[in-house]
């Protein structure tokens, strides 16, 4: 077990493969920056691999005081021995008080590897990261200064907050898309500390001849506009419906996760908690009865269009503008209105204007 130390940094793991960050380390920088801020400790990234060389000034960048460096032929593809062993032997040396990790797949591996090589607790997918205090009800004793680990539990139904008293360092993954990218600030300057550890052929067991990615087949969370459909499409073949507003729209198709799970289209288009996170400025979501599981993908959108014929449907709470009704007759009255009018860019400014523009849609 690592001692506790209050006085140690924030770090974010800084997952890379073939010389490209991933999103989510970066994406963790802002709130891991004001974690930092609150307990005015330093924030680290630590980066590991081979070919890394300009990967340490966008980190400094993104907010990291300092980039921690393990260069290595032998960390040029991720596995999880050798990266767990690499971690651990900082962990151990520098004692940070928090350590977090993109929920990606090679997070997901790497973070459990290290929590029980550490003997420390981990929280999985938190939605949220906060600083504060805990009193604990058997003896009374005020906890300052905690990761407050935040997640939601028990299928969605409860949002859970975590704290990890005294197995440190206090460990966290979050989900691709849930915290905002923050800008670049390219007047950053940091510390860039190289680390020499040992590493040998041994602490690699699998030799990897080569690696296959499958690219995402959209990318919901760059999209603008999205256009997303749910179960009450219906079937595959209507879910052209969504297909048809989508590219009429210039904007990204999407889906729940009932449409995902019926077959209506892939997983990678699946918007929630076990899907992505969005924020576009239109959302339109179709035929979706709006479950908490569904929202907490979605909700952060600025614009929130929804398509539903049962005026209860729980999508209408989050809802700016909703549309009452049966989606067969709704949205082929809008592709065409759309399509004829060229209200493309208004519906992305001004839906409800757009379409009441239209005379066809009743908003
Ligand atoms: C741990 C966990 C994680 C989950 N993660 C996710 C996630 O990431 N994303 C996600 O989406 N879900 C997720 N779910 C599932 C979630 O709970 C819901 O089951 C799912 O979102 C429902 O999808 P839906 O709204 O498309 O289907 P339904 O709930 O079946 O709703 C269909 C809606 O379509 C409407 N409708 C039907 N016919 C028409 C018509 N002709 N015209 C207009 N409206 C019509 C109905 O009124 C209804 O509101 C998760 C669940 C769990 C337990």
């Known amino acids: 077990m690592i001692d506790v130390n209050r006085q140690g940094e924030v770090w974010v793991f800084a997952e890379q493969h073939n010389g490209k960050l991933e ?7 802002s709130k891991a920056r004001r974690l930092a801020d609150t307990l005015g400790v330093k924030l680290a990234a630590v ?4 070919d890394i060389k300009d990967l340490t000034i966008k980190l400094i960048q993104f907010g990291a005081d300092k980039v921690y460096v393990v260069k290595h032929p032998l960390l040029q593809s991720y596995q999880t021995n050798s990266y767990a062993k ?3 032997d900082l962990i151990h040396k520098h004692k940070p008080q928090i350590v977090l990790y993109g929920a990606t797949v090679t997070g997901r591996d790497l973070a459990p590897r290290i929590a029980s090589a550490a003997k420390a607790g981990l929280t999985a997918d938190c939605t949220d990261l906060q600083i504060g205090d805990h009193k604990t009800a058997k003896d009374k004793k005020l906890h300052k200064n905690l990761l407050f680990q935040i997640r939601p539990a028990f299928g969605g139904n409860i949002i859970a907050t975590i704290i990890n008293l005294d197995r440190w360092p206090q460990m966290a993954t979050v989900r691709e898309g849930v915290m905002p990218m923050p800008e670049p600030d390219v007047t950053r300057q940091g510390e860039i500390v190289t680390e020499n550890i040992t590493i040998t052929p041994e602490d690699l067991p699998l030799e990897i001849l080569a690696e296959h990615k499958r690219p995402k087949k959209v990318d919901l969370k760059a999209a603008r506009i999205i256009v997303a459909g749910g179960a009450g499409v219906g079937s595959r073949e209507n879910f052209k419906l ?3 507003l989508a590219n009429c729209l ?3 198709p999407a889906a729940s996760r009932a449409a995902v799970d019926l077959g209506f289209i892939d997983r990678d288009h699946q918007v929630g908690q076990t899907g992505t996170t969005v924020r576009p400025s239109l959302y339109i979501a179709v035929g979706i009865s709006g479950a908490i599981q569904h929202q907490a993908g979605m909700s952060q959108s600025q614009k929130i269009v929804a398509i539903n014929n049962d005026p209860n449907a729980p999508i209408f709470q989050v809802a700016h503008y909703k ?3 049966d989606l067969n007759g709704i949205v082929p009255k809008m592709i065409k209105t759309i399509k004829e009018k060229s209200i493309k860019e208004e519906m992305a400014i001004n839906p409800v204007e757009a379409l ?3 005379n066809e849609v009743k908003v």
């Open 23 to 29: 999103d989510t380390p970066l994406e963790l920088m």
């Open 47 to 50: 980066l590991l691999g081979s």
């Open 86 to 88: 690499v971690m651990l």
């Open 242 to 244: 969504i297909w048809d």
């Open 250 to 252: 210039g904007a990204a």
């Open 323 to 325: 549309i009452i009704g």
């Open 356 to 358: 009441r523009l239209s």
